[in-house]
């Protein structure tokens, strides 16, 4: 069996920016899970999407190099890219279907811009366990659908960060989200999930989910602007819409590639 992968910078402006990820367009049904895993793993990056077109409509799954996942905003960016850019599937607009329900894509200018269902945000104590895990005390802790999100004093506590992976695989989470007000964006973030073999993920669509309603509510604005501060750094558009979130970012193909298995 023969197939393209497509290895695109999601949340970048240029390649070697933003979170990369694996696209691996399937014809009308599923590998079987245990191949698309072992697909995942080869790739070694933080997501590999597939997608089928059934019934007129286009399904997604995403899986890391250890689990496949309900939600993944980067990974869907790139994928509707390599589905506007290369495969001309679509003009403007894309419809998914997926573990996470309906989500879409659509263009606005040189953004591709994702409308996902938002995250509720409730208020919790920080576990023991993460009291001590980045070396500094977070001020508040939240919970959302499928992480827990710290929220520390300022921008330079979040670039100072010395997470230990270890501590953190303590929390019963997919992921941990840390997260600052900044003066040069509305907010900044890092988001780090062990548990799923991804110690720093470099920018995550899906931890907005829940980022969006916290700072919009916090800051009592709809539109926001932030970024997601790991060493390869991306920027990401937001707007809150109640129940759903829409988050806009820019996407650069680094390599189109053949599978043979």
């Known amino acids: 069996m023969n197939l393209t992968v497509y290895q695109v910078d999601a949340f970048a402006e240029k390649i070697f920016e933003g979170n990369p990820a694996a696209v691996i367009p399937l014809q009308n049904e599923w590998l079987s899970d245990d191949t698309m895993q072992k697909l995942a793993l080869e790739n070694n990056l933080s997501e590999t999407a597939f997608f089928i077109k059934k019934d ?39 419809c998914f279907h997926s573990r996470s329900g309906k989500l879409s894509v659509k263009k606005e200018g040189d953004l591709l811009v994702l409308n996902f269902p938002a995250s509720e945000v409730e208020a919790k104590y920080v576990p023991t366990g993460l009291k001590t895990a980045f070396g ?24 100072n960060l010395e997470p230990d992976f270890t501590q953190m695989l303590e929390a019963t989470s997919r992921g941990i989200i840390c997260t600052a007000p900044s003066e040069k964006y509305d907010f900044v973030s890092r988001f780090f999930a062990p548990s799923v073999g991804i110690n720093e993920d470099p920018v995550t669509g899906s931890a907005h989910t829940m980022l969006i309603p916290y700072w919009a509510d916090k800051l009592n604005k709809s539109t926001l602007y932030a970024r997601q501060i790991s060493k ?7 707007k809150h819409l109640g129940d759903r979130v829409e988050i806009g970012g820019k996407a650069v193909t680094y390599l189109v590639g053949n599978i043979n298995i």
Do not use: Y
Request: proline share 3%; with cysteine; hydrophobic share 40%.
């Open 56 to 94: 007129n409509c286009f399904h997604i799954r995403w899986f890391t190099p250890e689990a496949e996942v309900d939600l993944c905003g980067h990974a869907t960016l790139a994928t509707s890219h390599v589905m506007f850019e290369h495969l001309k599937l679509a003009a403007d607009g894309i």
């Open 136 to 159: 500094i005390h977070p001020q508040e802790c939240f919970k959302g659908r499928e992480d827990l999100m710290l929220v520390f004093k300022n921008e330079n506590e979040i670039a």
């Open 232 to 238: 390869r750094g991306g920027k990401l558009h937001c």
